[in-house]
């Protein structure tokens, strides 16, 4: 069964913006995250929340931001002044046990995944 669902990727030019939201279909998260990869290098942490807390990757703080719904259902991920270098697929993930007390961005982490939804910026 599916757990985590990815939407609001899609190509854009430099400067703009995006909104990512992953559903979680099944559970509330303790922990819920945004990756990103591109084809041949490992994955990356973007951005994570645990209850209030968030953290974020050097490369898109002050750009992006991390949220969720009220009822830990949608977590997003709002994008701004977007860069040629943020193309990538991004992944939604989470976690139910209470392994880490703060924010991650270690893949190891999280052990639920959504399929991932592209982002692609054009210069």
């Known amino acids: 069964q599916v757990q985590l669902v990815e939407s609001g990727g899609g190509s854009v030019q430099a400067g703009g913006s995006l909104r990512l939201s992953c559903a979680a279909s099944v559970y509330t998260y303790s922990r819920m995250a945004w990756f990103r990869q591109v084809e041949g290098k490992p994955r990356e942490g973007v951005a994570a929340?645990?209850?209030?807390?968030?953290n974020l990757a050097t490369s898109v703080k002050g750009r992006f931001t991390i949220s969720q719904d009220d009822d830990k259902h949608t977590l997003y991920l709002q994008m701004n002044s977007l860069k040629p270098e943020d193309t990538a697929m991004y992944y939604c993930?989470?976690?139910?046990?209470?392994?880490?007390?703060?924010?991650?961005?270690?893949?190891?982490?999280?052990?639920?995944w959504g399929q991932g939804t592209q982002v692609t910026v054009s210069s």
């Open positions: 929340l645990r209850d209030s807390k968030t």
């Open positions: 993930a989470a976690s139910r046990d209470d392994l880490f007390s703060y924010p991650s961005l270690s893949v190891s982490a999280y052990n639920v």
